[in-house]
Nanobody, 124 residues
Framework: QVQLEESGGGSVQAGDSLKLSCAAS????????MGWFRQAPGKEREFVAY???????DYTYSLKGRFTISRDTAKNTVYLQMSSLKPEDTAVYYC??????????????????WGQGTQVTVSS
């Protein structure tokens, strides 16, 4: 059984940083593609970041430079480091795991399993 559990969300001020964690069980994160997505109230779920089994990364253009995806294979955990947070970053953040591919997986439908999400609220 594959499970993903996000943590690290919270309420912060604009300009602060947060590091989200996604602990996986049932699959080894370094053998699969991993993604972070977010969904703001009234909006569709959107792609944030991607980390391939081989270590390649991809980000939605508007977030590149502020967000960093990484993993700790010993802990079987994927992270999303977020800096210079803005009120528009407020959303529920989800991690997902999917099969190996040769392209950055930006489509949520490409992922097999999802976590329950963690709320990030950024106030001005």
């Amino acid at each position: 059984q594959v499970q993903l559990e996000e943590s690290g969300g919270g309420s912060v001020q604009a300009g602060d940083s947060l590091k989200l964690s996604c602990a996986a069980s049932g699959r080894t994160v370094s053998n699969y593609n991993m993604g972070w997505f977010r969904q703001a109230p009234g909006k569709e779920r959107e792609f944030v970041a991607y980390l391939s089994w081989g270590g390649a990364t991809d980000y939605t253009y508007s977030l590149k430079g502020r967000f960093t995806i990484s993993r700790d294979t010993a802990k079987n955990t994927v992270y999303l480091q977020m800096s210079s947070l803005k009120p528009e970053d407020t959303a529920v953040y989800y991690c997902a795991i999917g099969p190996i591919s040769n392209w950055p997986m930006r489509d949520a439908n490409e992922y097999d399993y999802w976590g329950q999400g963690t709320q990030v609220t950024v106030s001005s």
